[in-house]
């Protein structure tokens, strides 16, 4: 996995991330509102923390590497193997690192880690229209537009419209053993 560049790294999120994590969640509060909703308690991080139990979520922490603070989230979501072989992209960042461009580093490393270690071949970012920084992310990345999904997510009391972006592994790309081979 690649865990770092010269400014931050990646880990995967821990239930030891419990207090600081939902200590940021707070006080990146406007700065999510209404983009995502995220355990600012200990019990909703509890709770949150299952979805990473069979695999098919992972979680991570971008840590800023000179101070080791987290400087946002990224989940790799609802992996799919077989013919798919892709899984969405979730992520955060939190408002004491935010426009740093931590977030484009992080994200950067969690690509190369689902290209190359997971063997993924696509992921896909599900993104507000009104969320202009998310969006300036993805297409600074090399995420490429694809459409729009109408009442997509439930999020901050109300059924949201996103815009689907994704982005697929460099070539030559090495399948997971799951891949039929016809």
């Not at 200590?23 to 909703?44: D, G, I, K, Y």
């Not at 994200?107 to 229209?129: K, N, S, V």
């Not at 969320?131 to 300036?136: H, I, R």
């Amino acid at each position: 996995m690649p865990e770092m560049t010269t400014r931050v790294e990646l880990r995967p999120l821990t239930h030891s991330d419990q207090d600081e994590f939902c200590t940021l969640v707070r006080a990146s509060a406007e700065l999510h509102r209404p983009w995502m909703q995220l355990p600012s308690t200990a019990e909703e991080f509890h709770a949150w923390m299952h979805r990473f139990d069979d695999g098919s979520n992972l979680g991570f922490l971008i840590r800023v590497l000179e101070t080791g603070a987290a400087a946002g989230m990224v989940n790799i979501n609802s992996v799919i193997r077989g013919r798919y072989q892709g899984a969405s992209l979730g992520y955060a960042a939190f408002a004491p690192s935010a426009g740093h461009g931590y977030m484009t580093e992080g994200i950067a490393l969690t690509l190369e880690h689902a290209f190359a270690d997971l063997r993924l071949h696509r992921l896909e970012a599900c993104i507000q229209p009104g969320n202009k920084a998310s969006l300036a992310l993805v297409q600074r990345l090399g995420f490429r537009y694809e459409g729009v999904s109408p009442a997509y997510l439930y999020i901050d009391g109300d059924w949201r419209d996103h815009e689907r972006w994704a982005v697929t592994a460099p070539t030559p790309w090495t399948p997971d053993p799951s891949l039929p081979a016809v």
